[in-house]
């Protein structure tokens, strides 16, 4: 019922964030949660919202937990809920909070649980900023500065999910630097680092921005592009191609560096799993190195 990935990324926000089924079990507890409360995972999850654990009062002094919980009017409605209260932290002091309540469903849009996200308010502006920095470490490759494979992995899996549910497709394009290997020898490695992040910038330059474009590894980058046909994904991946191999790194003599990439496409067919899906796209493209490089094969 929930996704795992989904839930790992929570865990690692600085906010504090749990989730409640339908019965308001707490089932899921991050580190902030620990950190702005006091009280672990361990001591939480499995117990009940209205078991008053945290107590939630507004400013007047009225008990939330058990007239006007937000997760409760949420579990219920579906209506998102937002609102300052002041939480009741393990050590027995009151703490400011924001807390805002969102829904979950499952695939035939029943509610099926809740999250409650909660700041600190004396620490907004830090957290927020902090929590910024952290998310951004957890999605982006370091050096080319686009998504990183986790963050791949996670937005394929969301759109097989959409293609699966709604019955719709999408395609992938897999790019491999042809001879990088022989830039690194050359130039050195620094050069080689210049290249991967002149590639990152030229693909994320020319894509959509419904489109995503991420470092697989190494000189390997994929692209999943919101299209429904082989014609269109393949002139997408043709004009990358030109402009990758239009683009140049200027060497310290003023001299120009170029690469070219091999490219395979291919569509989403339903049902597949995502690792037959990448491989077929893999496939694709070493054929395309096999028939000379600087190609693309879209089938």
């Known amino acids: ?7 790992e990324l929570l865990s690692y926000l600085y906010e504090g964030v749990y989730v409640v089924d ?4 707490i089932v899921f507890w991050n580190k902030g949660s620990e950190e702005i409360t006091g009280y672990s995972a361990e001591e939480v999850t499995e117990s009940y919202c209205y078991n008053n654990i945290l107590r939630h009062v507004t400013e007047d002094g009225k008990n939330l937990c058990f007239d006007g919980c937000p997760l409760h009017h949420t579990l ?3 209506e998102l809920q937002e609102a300052d209260v002041f939480l ?4 027995g002091h009151r703490i400011p909070v924001k807390v ?11 509610i099926v649980a809740a999250i409650e996200v909660f700041t600190d308010e004396r620490y907004k502006k830090d957290t927020y900023s902090e929590n910024r920095k952290l998310k951004e470490l957890l999605v982006t490759d370091p050096l080319t ?6 963050y791949l992995d996670f937005h394929l899996e969301s759109c097989k999910k959409e293609a699966d549910e709604f019955e719709t497709t999408f395609g992938l394009l897999f790019f491999d630097i042809d001879k990088f290997k022989g ?4 130039y050195g490695h620094d050069i080689g680092d210049e290249i991967l992040k002149l590639m990152s910038r030229t693909i994320s330059s020319n894509i959509r921005g419904d489109d995503k474009v991420g470092r697989w590894g190494g000189e390997e980058f994929i692209a999943v592009i919101k299209i429904d046909h082989l014609g269109g994904l393949e002139k997408i991946a043709n004009k990358l191609r030109l402009l990758v191999s239009k683009s140049e790194h200027k060497l310290e003599n003023d001299k120009e560096l170029r690469v070219t990439v091999s490219i395979g496409g291919t569509l989403y067919k339903p049902g597949e799993s995502l690792i037959e899906l990448v491989k ?4 694709y493209m070493y054929q395309a190195k096999e028939k000379g490089r600087n190609r693309v094969i879209v089938k």
Do not use: C
């Not at 929930?2 to 839930?7: A, E, Q, S």
């Open 280 to 283: 077929r796209a893999d496939s």
């Open 183 to 186: 830039v690194n020898d050359t």
């Open 76 to 78: 219920a409605t579906g």
């Open 1 to 7: 019922m929930y996704d795992k990935k989904y839930l």
């Open 22 to 25: 339908q019965q308001r079990k």
């Open 88 to 91: 009741h932290h393990k050590e």
């Open 100 to 110: 805002k309540s969102i829904p979950i469903y499952d695939s035939e849009e029943n």
């Open 145 to 150: 500065k686009i998504s990183n494979r986790r």
